[in-house]
C-alpha cells in the first residue's frame, strides 16, 4: 500500500503569475518537513501580493535569503514523495505551482497529487464533519505549510480513527 502523504504549498498570491514560496509535507504516522522557496529569476516580483503575505507572514526578502534553490527543493520533493500518495486539500492551486516549481528547475515532477476529499470519500459525512470541526480548533488551518499539512493530518486521523 502507498504511504500516506499530506502536501500544501504557500504561493506569492492566488493570480496567474503566482509562484510557490512555500511546500510541506508530512506522512500518515510521520512529522511534517518544509522548505522556503527562493524566488526563481523568472517568476515576476509583481506577483508578490501584499494581502497573501499578510496571511502567511512571510517576507520575500526572507525568501531570497534564506529560501533553496528550486532545483534542491524539487530533488527533496521527488526523493520523499515518490511512491507516496500525496494529498492536498487545494490540488488545483497546489498543483499548478508544483507545476511552476518544476518547470523553473527544469526538473521532473515524480509524484502525483490527488484530492483530500477524495481520500475521506469513502467515510460518513457525519464523521468527517466531527472531524473539521475538532481539527479548526485543535489543529487550525495557519496558511503555513507545515500548519496546514497537519491541519489535514489531523482531520485525517480523527476521521478514521474507528476504521
Known amino acids: 500500500m502507498e504511504k500516506i502523504t499530506f502536501l500544501d504549498l504557500e504561493a506569492s498570491g492566488l493570480g496567474p503569475s503566482s509562484w510557490p514560496i512555500e511546500v510541506g509535507w508530512c506522512f500518515d504516522g510521520g512529522k511534517p518537513e518544509t522548505m522556503l522557496i527562493h524566488p526563481a529569476d523568472e517568476w515576476s516580483r509583481e506577483a508578490w ?5 499578510s496571511l502567511h507572514g512571510l517576507a520575500y ?19 520523499a514523495l515518490e511512491g507516496a500518495a500525496v494529498y492536498s486539500d487545494a490540488p488545483d492551486w497546489d498543483g499548478f505551482w508544483l507545476y511552476r516549481l518544476f518547470a523553473a528547475a527544469r526538473a521532473r515532477q515524480c ?18 464533519a466531527a472531524a473539521v470541526a475538532e481539527a ?17 493530518k489531523k482531520i485525517f486521523d480523527l476521521a478514521t480513527a474507528g476504521c
Not at 501580493?49 to 503575505?53: F, L, M, N, Q, V
Open 111 to 128: 509524484f502525483s497529487l490527488c484530492d483530500f476529499g477524495d481520500l475521506l470519500s469513502g467515510l460518513p459525512p457525519q464523521t468527517v
Open 49 to 53: 501580493d501584499d494581502h497573501a503575505a
Open 136 to 152: 479548526k480548533i485543535s489543529s487550525p488551518h495557519r496558511h503555513r505549510a507545515r500548519e496546514d499539512v497537519l491541519h489535514m
Open 61 to 79: 526578502d526572507a525568501l531570497k535569503a534564506s529560501g533553496l534553490p528550486i532545483d534542491e527543493v524539487c530533488t527533496r520533493l521527488n526523493q
